[in-house]
């Protein structure tokens, strides 16, 4: 996760912005450590990103606000939260 200085601009405003200082406590927990140790799910050799990145984005998602899995797009298109979790 990259650290980041706080600005305010028009570039960088996100609502979503204050899952900064959860993924900072999920860090602090090691979550992802804690999850990769943990899920023994076998993914393919062409799977971009281990099944515990799934899960933390699923996390993620419900903690911003979705009640359905359908809605689990909330922050693929938030360009602050994709910043900062390092998304690609």
């Known amino acids: 996760m990259k650290k980041l200085n706080i600005e305010f601009s028009e570039t960088f405003l996100s609502k979503n912005s204050g899952l900064y200082l959860v993924s900072l406590f999920a860090e602090k927990l090691?979550?992802?450590?804690?999850l990769k140790n943990t899920i023994s799910i076998q993914r393919g050799t062409n799977a971009?990103?281990?099944?515990?990145?799934?899960?933390?984005?699923?996390?993620?998602?419900?903690?911003?606000g979705a009640k359905h899995i359908s809605q689990c797009n909330?922050?693929?298109?938030?360009?602050?939260?994709?910043?900062?979790?390092d998304w690609e």
């Open 30 to 34: 090691s979550l992802c450590h804690y």
């Open 48 to 64: 971009k990103y281990h099944a515990s990145d799934v899960i933390l984005v699923l996390i993620m998602n419900v903690i911003a």
């Open 74 to 85: 909330i922050l693929r298109n938030d360009n602050v939260v994709r910043t900062f979790l």
